[in-house]
T-cell receptor, first 115, second 110 residues
Framework: GAVVSQHPSWVICKSGTSVKIECRSL??????MFWYRQFPKQSLMLMAT?????????EQGVEKDKFLINHASLTLSTLTVTSAHPEDSSFYIC???????????FGQGTRLTVV | GIQVEQSPPDLILQEGANSTLRCNFS?????LQWFHQNPWGQLINLFY???GTKQNGRLSATTVATERYSLLYISSSQTTDSGVYFC????????????FGAGTILRVKS
């Protein structure tokens, strides 16, 4: 299967600071990447879809100015949580796919704690 | 959008027992995947099975697309099978975005 790598695996930051999470496709070119958020004991909820070279599409209720997504190349998408607050503490996980690929492959996830 | 329901929500098994997890979905799909989320949060791909039957060792899965459900079978369960099992589906109408069910929490006791 395809390999997707996410970095960092975990991060602790202070309230008011920004945090950047990277999602890389290691062995294929990802035309589309998806960002999910998972709160404890809950399922994964899609936050946004990013297509290489274009603006991300956000799901209803997700603040696009708070969660900045950049998909500048076919192997890298980044999620920046701006002005983080404790309620942003969560598990963030990305998946990547390319045109014609219907099976999704996920990164290892990033556990964000805002103190 | 598509609705995905998984059952049971929780399951406790004795080591060596068999189990069946179910996933119902509300619309036609072009993708259905089963995942195991390990204690560190990583999603392990178990099956990509929009239709038909597949087997991989002690695990097998069947999707009946016309009746909009999928089943995951775990035989001779082991303690390492513990964790959360998710079913996720997508269709072209929804932009191929995966929609996850709420998951089944499986605990295998030794």
């Amino acid at each position: 299967g395809a390999v997707v790598s996410q970095h960092p695996s975990w991060v602790i930051c202070k309230s008011g600071t920004s945090v950047k999470i990277e999602c890389r496709s290691l062995d294929f070119q990802a035309t589309t990447m998806f960002w999910y958020r998972q709160f404890p004991k809950q399922s994964l909820m899609l936050m946004a879809t990013s297509n290489e070279g274009s603006k991300a599409t956000y799901e209803q209720g997700v603040e696009k100015d708070k969660f900045l997504i950049n998909h500048a190349s076919l192997t890298l998408s980044t999620l920046t949580v701006t002005s983080a607050h404790p309620e942003d503490s969560s598990f963030y996980i990305c998946s990547a796919s390319r045109t014609g690929m219907t099976e999704a492959f996920f990164g290892q996830g990033t556990r964000l704690t805002v103190v | 959008g598509i609705q995905v329901e998984q059952s049971p929500p929780d399951l406790i098994l004795q080591e060596g027992a068999n189990s069946t997890l179910r996933c119902n979905f509300s619309d036609s799909v072009n993708n259905l995947q089963w995942f195991h989320q390990n204690p560190w949060g990583q999603l392990i791909n178990l099956f990509y099975i929009p239709s038909g039957t597949k087997q991989n060792g002690r695990l097998s899965a069947t999707t009946v697309a016309t009746e909009r459900y999928s089943l995951l079978y775990i035989s001779s369960s082991q303690t390492t099978d513990s964790g959360v099992y998710f079913c996720a589906v997508s269709n072209m109408e929804y932009g191929n975005k995966l929609v996850f069910g709420a998951g089944t929490i499986l605990r295998v006791k030794s």
